[in-house]
């Protein structure tokens, strides 16, 4: 606890030199009193969120940046460790609004009181999601025809669905266990790849999908399903500082089947529609399309992944494609509060392995039946023209009101808090947009001071949101006070940290750059701290690399033993993986080696000519000499004592050799 309260001191101190140094706006004003009022951290974090920061109301671009640059810094921040119980008591009672809310929909479906209008969009989001799914035949015969592939280059069987042909390439389906915990038998936890395989559990329903998988992919044991469970169990998280969440974690062999359909469910969204799921640039630059033209809308839902219920996923997906989603989920799970087994009425949740995919899928096509039913006939919207990304939609802003509506029959409600369709600003995906200039801040999400990097990536992290162009030529003085506070500080506990170059790559979706921090040094425009002279690089490199490493665990300097099976073993052999309990992750500093290169370069050469070449001296290469061109000049003696190569039918003289300085 000690620790976290320090994190989010060291957090709070960032946030004051931040308050001190922008503009003076109302907000600032109230961050500058909250700051110099003698409350504990964790006092001033609610006071500083407590305020109602609107950007609509805001018309000068650069004060809405320092205003939401402050309202943001902190406001994901999650120190990690136990909820609690007040926390946990927010979070069930959220999540049992939400299954409140999902019987509720399924009600309205299973009465004859659907209207018209409803069954007209709810046959047209059937159509779609069936034309993307397609025979649930195809899934069986996609995890066959991948399952004893070995190379991370295969042939794209969904391209010929857009006229295209050639490959595609992505990694090869393996049936890989998550880092995730699993249900057991025994109220306990599933946590290392040997418990999944030794103990593994799996549902009555789902029993004859794990017996499949076992045929199909080599190295799973028969005692990877060897337990029968009801379900799943609800459990708390921390989402951030006084705020919990609720997830539900499943038996083991049900999550490797959600997981090879979400994976499924991911290659048809982008082979039917064009939704790359593993890329955020569309949904972005629509947003800031959005923003510069107030053209397009952006809908963020709450609670979206809670209130997917029943009984519209059986009106909308073909009868062989339900009954596989449906024997592969959780139908109970186990209610800590009660200490009793309850039936679900959402149809997933937080934890399943497909979630994710079959909500982007459901938005996705619920926007366009919507939007197409306003169209005249024959006059579709084009999918370009809808970006989905789980609950986060962007859609042209004249059909707000019926996607609104559309999703209000199934039972999602917008976060009007995060939506906007008017104005000058959007976000969507984590991009912010104001008039179409990136505004987007940069956020303290987990900070731990026994962990270097996670600083290092607070000061990059902030670097970036003090950027005054695209390309980051310079930055704002008014970040200076917070980055010296940082700087100082990791200098202090770690001498060998330096500097380096923004690292950075261009976007050409965004038509910006995308800067991609490794947190392996400080970036700089200028390196100066612990830095040298790369010969090789041509730049100034930094002399130590900040590097996380996996390595076993130790105790008393004995390393320490699990069960490492011979299951085990051939598992991680054909499908990868580690032992989870076996690793642990250290921070050490190593040595860049771009500074050795070209060292190591001219120790090969002195090597390769010991009697002529000196040590500060290169050895010109030899000329591309083919048998095409000089057939007979086949060399016998090689002497670089005269700077010759004596050949069969001749000699020839190399230039001087060059000394380097």
Known sequence: MEHQDAALAFAINIHQRLSRDFPITPYSNWCNWVHAQS??????????????????????????????????????????????EHDKAV?????????????????????????????????????????????????????????????????????????????????????????????????????????????????????????????????????????????????????????????????????????????YLKHRLKAKLGIDLSNQERNRSLARLGSLCDSYATVDLSSASDLIAALPVLQCVSPGWFRLLDDCRSKEYFDPMKKSWCAFHKFSTMGNGFTFELETLFFAAIVKSAIDARRPLNRAIAWREVAVYGD????????????EQALLIIGHIPNQSKSFCAGPFRESCGGDYFDGYNVTPFKIKDLDLNDPTSVVNVFNGLFISARESPDLRSICCRFDRALVFIKRWLQSHYPKLGEGEVEKTFSKTLVEFDFQPSNRWLWSFTPCINVAYSIYEQRFVPRWLLLKTDELMRKHGVTVEYDITTEYLRYVTLNGGQHVGMWEQSCRFKRNLCLYRQKDRRTANRRAGKSGAGVGQRVNPLPNLSESHCPSLVPAVCSFKDNTVKFQMGTITFPTLVTLN
Do not use: H
């Open 392 to 403: 986060d939609l962007v859609f042209p802003k004249e059909y707000t009101n019926c996607v």
């Open 39 to 84: 409350f504990s951290p964790q006092e001033k974090w609610q006071r500083l969120l407590s305020w109602e920061l609107n950007p609509t109301s805001y018309v000068d671009r650069k004060l809405f940046r320092y205003d939401w640059q402050l309202y943001k810094l902190l406001s994901k921040f999650c120190p990690g460790g136990i909820p609690s």
């Open 91 to 263: 979070a069930y009672a959220k999540f049992l609004s939400a299954e409140d809310r999902c019987e509720l929909v399924n009600e309205f479906y299973a009465s004859s009181s659907v209207t018209a209008g409803a069954n007209a969009i709810m046959l047209s989001v059937s159509n779609i999601i069936s034309s993307v799914l397609g025979p649930v035949g195809d899934f069986f015969d996609w995890v066959e025809s991948q399952a004893p592939v070995r190379s991370k280059r295969c042939l794209d069987r969904f391209s010929t669905s857009r006229g295209e042909r050639g490959l595609e390439t992505w990694d090869s389906l393996f049936a890989e266990f998550g880092p995730g915990v699993s249900v057991s038998r025994d109220d306990d936890k599933l946590s290392s790849i040997s418990e999944k395989l030794l103990l593994g559990s799996v549902t009555s329903s789902c029993r004859y999908l794990a017996t499949w998988l076992g045929t199909v992919f080599e190295g799973l044991p028969r005692t990877a399903s060897r337990d029968v469970v009801r379900g799943s169990r609800l459990t708390f998280v921390v989402k951030r500082v006084g705020e919990a969440r609720t997830i539900c974690y499943e038996p083991s062999m049900n999550m490797l089947i959600q997981k090879l359909i979400g994976l």
